[in-house]
Nanobody, 128 residues
Framework: QVQLEESGGGLVQAGGSLRLSCAASDRTFSTYAVGWFRQVPGKEHEFVAGISWSSSRADYGDSVLGRFTISRDNDKNTVYLQMNSLRPEDTAVYYC?????????????????????WGQGTQVTVSS
């Protein structure tokens, strides 16, 4: 079992920045593709960004492209989401998720069903 813990959320003004972290409890995390999703009440999870195990590939949702950057440090078992130029519509609970069923995979999936480990989420609130 791999445990994921998000941190770095909070309240920020529009135009500001935050960096989210997703720390894993096990080194096998370094072999997994990781995704960030977000959710607002009453809506489905939205894919935000994903990164392959080796950082060779990163994908982004259309709404964050050019503003958010995903990265990882496998020595620290941590994936980051740098969020710049934040907008009120970025307000959500942000979750990181890992795909342990297909280690060393370079393909990044944008649906929740492809991920089997999830963190508890961190709230991001962007004020106008």
């Amino acid at each position: 079992q791999v445990q994921l813990e998000e941190s770095g959320g909070g309240l920020v003004q529009a135009g500001g920045s935050l960096r989210l972290s997703c720390a894993a409890s096990d080194r096998t995390f370094s072999t997994y593709a990781v995704g960030w999703f977000r959710q607002v009440p009453g809506k489905e999870h939205e894919f935000v960004a994903g990164i392959s195990w080796s950082s060779s590939r990163a994908d982004y949702g259309d709404s964050v492209l050019g503003r958010f950057t995903i990265s990882r440090d496998n020595d620290k078992n941590t994936v980051y989401l740098q969020m710049n130029s934040l907008r009120p519509e970025d307000t959500a609970v942000y979750y990181c998720a890992a795909d342990s069923r297909r280690p060393y995979r370079h393909t990044i999936m944008e649906v929740t069903e492809e991920y089997d480990y999830w963190g508890q989420g961190t709230q991001v609130t962007v004020s106008s």
